[in-house]
């Protein structure tokens, strides 16, 4: 089966099915090729709805949580964005399809340099790979868009207050076996809502915070 056609599946049969109906957000699906970003030893995974490995112990995201991801943020042509965690760059080159500009911390400098040479080779501009850990990122500009890739067991509101007003933050807060998908949305310079839009589990953010242990 070519690869175009497992790729129509994966969206039709994972994303679709998840409640990814936005017709941008299916064509970005379809237009960036998943296999280009998946480890050589792990292609055979890159359509399965499924976590690939990847080094250092993380790991791609689920297609179809990458579907949710791109329609709860739905960035616009205009609009800034800020990722954090590129990994090999596969939602780094969904989010530029659909945005204006899109800078991507990783921390490891291995999988940056990894998701450099793959946008690269898919011909992506306008999307800058910057090695960094995003607990430290400071930055005098706002972002119109943030998707944070990891979670966090206790949520951090430092992301939050890199939006612009009127911007949009997709963030993952808690521990297995439940974790939150939320929607923050920055309403005004001290203003703030936030939106439950699905459960998942995904991987923990090097370094966060986590809750102290329970003892008796």
Same mark, same amino acid.
């Given at each position: 089966m070519q690869m175009a056609q497992v790729r129509e599946q994966m969206i039709e049969q994972q994303v679709r099915a998840w409640d990814v109906l936005d017709e941008r957000v299916l064509d970005t699906l379809?237009?960036?090729?998943?296999e280009l970003f998946v480890p050589d030893a792990e292609r055979f995974r890159a359509y399965a709805d499924a976590e690939v490995p990847l080094a250092h112990g993380q790991h791609m995201l689920?297609?179809?949580?990458?579907?949710?991801?791109?329609?709860?943020?739905?960035?616009?042509?205009h609009e800034s964005v800020l990722e954090v965690?590129?990994?090999t760059g596969f939602v780094t080159a969904c989010l530029r399809g659909l945005a204006?500009?899109?800078?991507?911390?990783?921390?490891?400098?291995d999988l940056a340099e990894q998701a450099r040479n793959n946008l690269a080779t898919l011909g992506v501009s306008? #999307?800058? &790979?910057?090695?960094?850990?995003?607990?430290?990122?400071?930055?005098?500009?706002? /972002?119109?868009?943030?998707? !944070?890739?990891?979670?966090?067991?206790?949520?951090?509101a430092r992301f939050e207050r890199l939006l612009a007003v009127g911007g949009r933050l997709f963030i993952v807060v808690g521990? #297995?076996? &439940?974790?939150?998908a939320r929607l923050v949305q920055r309403t005004g310079e001290g203003? /703030?809502?936030?939106?439950? !839009?699905?459960?998942?589990?995904?991987?923990?953010?090097?370094?966060?915070?986590?809750?102290a242990p329970f003892t008796f």
């Open positions: 379809r237009q960036v090729p998943r689920r297609p179809s949580v990458v579907g949710r991801l791109l329609q709860a943020l739905m960035p616009q042509r965690g590129a990994g204006g500009r899109v800078s991507a911390l990783e921390l490891y400098p306008g #999307a800058q &790979v910057l090695d960094g850990d995003a607990l430290r990122f400071e930055s005098a500009t706002r /972002f119109d868009v943030i998707a !944070v890739t990891a979670s966090l067991p206790i949520y951090d521990e #297995a076996p &439940v974790m939150e203003t /703030f809502t936030t939106q439950s !839009v699905f459960e998942t589990v995904i991987d923990p953010m090097v370094n966060a915070v986590r809750p």
